[in-house]
């Protein structure tokens, strides 16, 4: 690839994330939904509940960092740490439910240890149809708890799966991953602000 073709392909790839972000900040609706997860973390986060943030691979990235910027502050590092936890971070709890369980368990296990009625769960993934998220959305709902996804256009099984569902306006996964990112700092924004002003 000589230095022409490079040049023209990461113009192309912003273009694309660029055209997205447009689409997504004239869709009224797509934007009401991250409002409504937004207010319902911050319900939760008052009420003293747990939110746990759970993906696989990219969107195990983008969970971590989803945990980190509540916990350590997103614009605000002079306000106490919030009570989230992304699951994706126990390698040797990852490893053990993945060895005697099953890795279609690795999430549903730790939500039966750590998660509480009126709780909240945020699991992302770009097709919708990770076996190990749905599983933990069943669980989590039979514990009383809110179930939240960040998807693709589509939506996957998720859709069905989820009580709120944020879809990317993508099928590609590196833009969805970039649409989830975006929507993440969009709600630690809103939630750092409506906490601690």
Excluded: W
């Amino acid at each position: 690839m000589d230095s022409k073709t490079k040049i023209q392909l990461i113009q192309r790839r912003f273009g694309e994330s660029q055209a997205l972000l447009k689409i997504l900040s004239l869709d009224l609706s797509a934007i009401k939904v991250i409002v409504r997860i937004s207010e319902e973390i911050i319900r939760r986060l008052r009420a003293g509940s747990l939110v746990a943030v759970f993906g696989n691979g990219g969107s195990a990235a983008d969970a971590q960092h989803f945990a980190a910027e509540l916990i350590g502050g997103y614009a605000n590092h002079h306000r106490r740490a919030l009570n989230v936890l992304a699951l994706s971070t126990n390698t040797s709890a990852l490893t053990a439910i993945g060895n005697d369980y099953g890795y279609d368990e690795v999430f549903s296990r730790q939500i039966e240890a750590h998660g509480k009625k009126d709780g909240l769960v945020i699991g992302i993934s770009t097709s919708g149809n990770s076996k190990n998220i749905l599983k933990a959305f069943k669980k989590a709902k039979g514990m009383g708890m809110l179930c939240v996804g960040l998807t693709g256009a589509r939506g996957g099984k998720m859709k069905d799966a989820a009580h709120i569902i944020f879809r990317a306006p993508s099928e590609s996964t590196p833009r969805i991953q970039e649409i989830h990112i975006n929507t993440i700092h969009a709600i630690c924004e809103i939630v750092e602000r409506e906490l601690f002003g």
